[in-house]
């Protein structure tokens, strides 16, 4: 069992930047595929980015691309958002979560097995 706690949001203005950590605990996450998804209230939960277990492959929701990148550090068993050029429309939980084995689908949350409580991040306009 992973637990996945994250952390680094916050209120932030518009073109601003932040980076997210998800920081896992009692399993090794060097074997998991990661992932990032927003949840806005009163919508569905988005994905944002993924990467493989290597690091070796990275992907975006069309929404980010250019603006956020995700990477990790396995020595540290923690995955990172960073985030720039902030929007509006950026503001949602952020949720961290993983997976071990085949990552059937990067971009759908069914795929995910592990999840955290979430970090709200808030861009004002």
């Known amino acids: 069992q992973v637990q996945l706690v994250e952390s680094g949001g916050g209120l932030v203005q518009a073109g601003g930047s932040l980076r997210l950590s998800c920081a896992a605990s009692?399993?090794?996450?060097?074997?998991?595929?990661m992932g990032w998804f927003l949840q806005a209230p009163g919508k569905e939960r988005e994905f944002v980015a993924a990467i493989s277990w290597s690091g070796g492959r990275t992907y975006y929701a069309d929404s980010v691309k250019g603006r956020f990148t995700i990477s990790r550090d396995n020595a540290k068993n923690t995955v990172y958002l960073q985030m720039n050029s902030l929007k509006p429309e950026d503001t949602a939980v952020y949720y961290c979560?993983?997976?071990?084995?085949?990552?059937?689908?990067?971009?759908?949350?069914?795929?995910?097995?592990?999840w955290g409580q979430g970090t709200q991040v808030t861009v004002s306009s």
């Open positions: 979560a993983a997976v071990y084995g085949t990552m059937r689908s990067y971009s759908a949350a069914y795929t995910y097995d592990y």
């Open positions: 009692g399993r090794t996450i060097s074997t998991a595929n």
